[in-house]
């Protein structure tokens, strides 16, 4: 019977036994890529809004609090959009011609809501509560980035479970003073001192049974 | 694999065989099923059962059909899920039947006295149960820092930090508030500057919706300090007020 395949052949079968290791070890690198880049994780990704609603513009440059908007942030799990009704506390009587307000003001006639696009979004087996990240001293820009040059929402972290149990094995690294929660212009890492004071002051634990976010 | 391979026995010996050749032909045919005929037929009918399960049963576990708060709804006119309340409806405990304390108000006359006591309560000042409770300096000195931090949320935006009337928004095009220090905002009630963040007044939007009626009040609180501090006689400042103000008079 003659010989089918060549001898060199058999360097070829060795080679590709090798590489299809370096491929296989290629593709799981770049699907470990793919799943932490910005296309997956939306990481620093605006989303088309039914009003240019800019941060930058009412928090950085207004200067309003959080709280004015989104109210239930500081006793709910839900932070809360606001309603049209307080847009229009202001835009009632400013920039009543603007082009860009026109759905505002649709919506505040019909009664009509409008319908914003959400950026963030943790899956629904995962529990999250605002109320108390506020009240044990964890700020808005620990989270959320600096808001206040945003002119466009986007999402500053992945909100991959890792982000969540990084702060929560080590908060002392994250804490801040409860009076500066809302300030958007605080974002400073305290030294460790200070830092395990507040830890202490605040009575933080660090929670990381899976049973904290999957109730 | 073992599965596989264990399977002829099983099935050729429950064959009932009553001629030799076609039971042998028969056993070939098993044999060419067993030996991986099947996994044809068998992948097939699997996809088919995955495709129609994904189509009907499968369930999104990060997406539950549920609805989160503020969730879009398809069932609802408006498409929201948060159902606005019907008017009229009271909620538990909800019920407001003290109208001084509710309304800043009764019978169109702006209440004179400050409720000190039902605003410690409400905001939780005060340890529950007993009736006849102090509501002393110390307690005043939370409800005013309450009402300094409320105020600069909803109200320094137009009304400025101070109570000039100056504030950001209005430096960008909003029509200007009357400044609080005036002997006609001094003269008048409590009741007033609640009714005024309750109701709204001319081109000034009400705050009903975004602020609980405890915070108003600490808020009206603050006005009080507010326009007392650009009002004061240096007679009444304590001693150490006192001793602080040449100094500062010194500095340009």
Request: aromatic fraction near 8%; include cysteine; charge should be negative.
């Amino acid at each position: 019977m003659p010989q089918i395949f060549h001898p060199s052949m058999n360097t070829i079968a060795r080679v590709s036994i090798f590489g299809a290791v370096f491929i296989l070890t290629a593709i799981i690198a770049l699907l470990l890529l793919v799943v932490r880049s910005p296309y997956v994780t939306d990481v620093g990704v605006v989303r088309e809004q039914p009003v240019p609603f800019s941060h930058k513009h009412h928090v950085g440059d207004v200067g309003l609090d959080c709280r004015y908007c989104h109210t239930s942030v500081e006793d709910s799990s839900f932070a809360g959009i606001p309603p049209t009704k307080t847009c229009m506390n202001c835009h009632s009587q400013l920039f009543t011609e603007s082009a860009m307000l026109q759905p505002v003001r649709d919506s505040f006639a019909t009664g009509q809501p409008l319908h914003w696009t959400r950026v963030h979004d943790v899956p629904d087996f995962v529990y999250f509560d605002h109320s108390i990240h506020i009240h044990k001293g964890i700020g808005c820009v620990k989270c959320h980035g600096p808001v206040n040059e945003m002119p466009l929402m986007w999402r500053e972290q992945t909100l991959h479970m890792k982000w969540c149990l990084d702060c929560h094995r080590q908060p002392e690294l994250f804490v801040g003073d409860r009076a500066n929660v809302f300030n958007t212009a605080i974002d400073v890492q305290l030294d460790p001192v200070a830092a395990n004071a507040l830890v202490d002051k605040y009575h933080i634990q660090s929670k990381t049974d899976c049973y904290t976010c999957h109730r | 694999m073992f599965r596989v391979r264990a399977l002829p026995t099983i099935v050729a010996g429950a064959l009932p065989c009553a001629e030799r050749e076609t039971c042998a032909e028969r056993r070939d045919a098993v044999d060419a099923w067993t030996n991986g005929a099947w996994i044809v037929p068998a992948t097939l009918s699997l996809c088919v059962l995955l495709l129609v399960s994904a189509g009907c049963g499968y369930q999104d576990m990060a997406d539950q059909p549920h609805y989160e708060p503020l969730e879009a709804s398809e069932f609802f006119a408006e498409g929201q899920a948060s159902r606005p309340l019907i008017s009229g409806t009271v909620a538990r405990g909800h019920l407001r039947i003290d109208r001084a304390f509710f309304e800043g108000q009764v019978d169109g006359k702006p209440v004179e006295v400050y409720p000190w006591l039902a605003v410690a309560r409400q905001l939780g000042l005060l340890a529950d149960g007993a009736e006849s409770q102090e509501v002393d300096e110390h307690v005043r000195a939370q409800i005013l820092e309450r009402g300094q931090q409320r105020f600069n949320i909803f109200c320094s935006a137009c009304h400025d930090r101070t109570g000039s009337g100056q504030g950001m928004v209005v430096q960008r095009g909003f029509p200007a508030p009357p400044s609080y220090h005036s002997d006609r905002l001094r003269a008048a009630p409590v009741g007033h500057f609640y009714v005024v963040a309750t109701q709204g007044f001319g081109r000034m939007p009400d705050y009903a919706d975004q602020i609980p009626p405890a915070d108003r009040w600490a808020i009206v609180a603050y006005v009080r300090a507010l326009q007392l501090s650009q009002h004061a006689e240096v007679g009444e400042l304590p001693p150490a007020d006192r001793a602080a103000l040449p100094a500062e008079e010194d500095t340009p």
